[in-house]
């Protein structure tokens, strides 16, 4: 047991020794990069106002960064969702956000198999990801309903 302990510490520190290594090693190259003026722009920005303090360039490029990563994964967990329903609405589009996605959903009159999909997707999105302050809100309409999609939302093509 502490013959195991010693490993798995030796193995952290070990770990811990390369990410700093590459760190470093990142930084320097960076560095000559922006010395040679041909660091990408927006990658200079960073580096610009992490030198200088600018923190509300800072939280803003981080929220915006964040939003970006979590907004996508939940597009994609989403459609998987769906996809595993085996079922398709007749017509489906987004309004993303900063912090969340709206979901506007047409289904065939009566197609409860189709509504029961939406809304488990859309419950797995959310218990998931709402730790993080994101979530997905759905409009499910049926077709005889005869409503147009709103123009703010946008159509996603269903294959």
């Known amino acids: 047991m502490v013959s195991d302990n010693l490993h798995k510490n030796s193995n952290q520190t070990q770990d811990r020794e390369v ?3 590459k760190m470093v090693a990142n930084l320097r190259y960076d560095q000559t990069l922006i010395e040679n003026d041909i660091l990408e722009e927006d990658k200079k920005k960073v580096y610009d106002a992490l030198i200088s303090g600018d923190h ?7 929220r915006q960064t964040s939003s970006a990563f979590f907004i996508t994964n939940m597009v ?5 969702e769906l996809i595993k329903s085996k079922r398709k609405p007749s017509k489906i589009a987004l309004e993303l956000s900063n ?14 198999l189709m509504e029961d999909a939406l809304i488990l997707a859309e419950a797995k999105i959310n218990a998931y990801f709402s730790k993080y302050g994101f979530h997905i809100s759905s409009t499910i309409v049926e077709d005889s309903d005869s409503l147009v999609v709103p123009e703010h939302y946008r159509n996603v093509a269903i294959a």
């Open 19 to 21: 990410w700093f290594d």
């Open 56 to 62: 509300d360039f800072m939280h803003n490029y981080a």
């Open 76 to 80: 994609e967990a989403y459609f998987k």
């Open 99 to 112: 912090s969340k996605i709206l979901v506007w959903a047409e289904i065939v009159e009566d197609d409860e």
